[in-house]
């Protein structure tokens, strides 16, 4: 199984940006898709935003369309989280997770491996 560190994450105003970055070490990182979940405190772990491969393919939940970008660059073992337009309700430790299947999936369980998080905090 490959291994997920996350960063990036920090306390930023709203309306602000961040970019958050997932280095992987330990497997072939460019044969997974990658995706990016987060979890509020009192709620449970959800999907924001996911990636093919190859990079080919994305795909995002409703709350992140139009405001987060996913990418991946497969020669330096990363995918990347950038978010725009930052909301109070952004707030969360956002985990990265790498998926075997190779294809853009949104279920956790689809999910083989995952990072300890990053905590994000938006404030008003």
């Known amino acids: 199984q490959v291994q997920l560190v996350e960063s990036g994450g920090g306390l930023v105003q709203a309306g602000g940006s961040l970019r958050l970055s997932c280095g992987a070490s330990g497997g072939t990182f460019s044969s997974y898709a990658m995706g990016w979940f987060r979890q509020a405190p009192g709620k449970e772990r959800e999907f924001v935003a996911g990636?093919?491969?190859?990079?080919?393919?994305?795909s995002y939940s409703d709350s992140a369309k139009g405001r987060f970008t996913i990418s991946r660059d497969n020669a330096k073992n990363a995918v990347y989280l950038r978010m725009n337009s930052l909301k109070p309700k952004d707030t969360a430790v956002y985990h990265c997770a790498a998926a075997s299947l190779g294809r853009v999936v949104t279920a956790i369980s689809s999910y083989d491996s995952w990072g300890r998080g990053t905590q994000v905090t938006v404030s008003s």
């Open positions: 990636i093919s491969w190859r990079g080919i393919w994305s």
